[in-house]
């Protein structure tokens, strides 16, 4: 049985389109992924700061769940200015 | 003190195909309607259904719905979240649009499909879950397109 302190326990990860995925735990958006034309990944945090460009997607997810890229992952550091979505309130009608 | 701003998120059926043409129409539509209404949004087409998100004062929010669920263009309108919002979320946008490709591989292994959660019947958390990744979604996809022209136009 995983820990639920690991970095990866209760990460949902979706794909919203081919080669995008995004990561959420508990409801808060953790960040997301966008494969690039060169194969390659860049991943974003909750922030929508890029984090890092990965070779692998599981590096990518790695980086997006915990917050900073593995030592040895390309880091490209780049502001975006996308604010995080965010629940306010209310459910589903 | 300023009409409180709602947010509606939702999705419907298209009642007959749209092509380009039919989507820049609707759009063109929309965006001079909600320009006077000082409504914002987005909208996807995918598979003959729409996803909209519509945001602004809370009159002329529903005062919209209600004209959707009218419009002979839409049928089987289902609102999936509906919620209070301090500010909103496409103030750029009067109506934004980003085509959406239908993905031709299988999710790699343990990943979510969005699209099957927004309609989740079951599950509410999954729904908005998916209305959210759905606007991460659009948001990076439009940041990319503003980055990609101002690259071009400063060749």
Redesign the interface.
């Known amino acids: 049985m995983m820990s639920s302190d690991r970095p990866g326990a209760g990460v949902v990860w979706s794909r919203v389109e081919e080669g995008f995925h995004v990561g959420s735990r508990k409801g808060v958006f953790l960040g997301y992924i966008d494969r690039q034309t060169d194969g390659g990944y860049l991943a974003f945090d909750g922030t929508s700061r890029v984090v890092g460009s990965f070779r692998t997607l599981t590096a990518a997810m790695a980086a997006v769940t915990n917050g900073q890229p593995p030592h040895d992952e390309v880091i490209t550091l780049e502001q975006v200015r996308v604010p995080a979505p965010r629940r306010i309130d209310g459910g589903a009608a | 003190m300023s009409e409180p701003l709602v947010s509606?998120s939702y999705v419907s059926t298209a009642t007959a195909p749209f092509d380009d043409e039919r989507l820049a129409d609707l759009l063109a539509q929309s965006r001079r309607s909600n320009h006077a209404h000082d409504l914002t949004g987005m909208l996807l087409y995918r598979r003959g259904r729409f996803f909209q998100v519509l945001e602004g004062p809370q009159d002329a929010v529903e005062h919209l719905m209600d004209a959707i669920r009218r419009d002979d263009r839409h049928s089987d309108v289902r609102?999936?979240?509906?919620?209070?919002?301090?500010e909103r979320?496409f103030t750029e946008w009067t109506m934004g649009y980003e085509p959406?490709?239908v993905?031709?591989?299988a999710?790699?292994e343990?990943?979510?499909?969005?699209f099957d959660?927004l309609e989740s019947d079951d599950d509410?958390?999954a729904?908005?879950?998916?209305v959210?990744?759905?606007?991460?979604?659009f948001?990076?996809r439009t940041?990319?397109g503003t980055a990609l022209r101002e690259k071009e136009d400063a060749r």
């Open positions: 509606v609102i999936l979240l509906s919620e209070r919002i301090d979320r959406i490709g993905p031709t591989t999710a790699p343990g990943f979510r499909d969005t959660d509410d958390d729904t908005i879950r998916a959210r990744e759905l606007t991460v979604w948001r990076a940041l990319a």
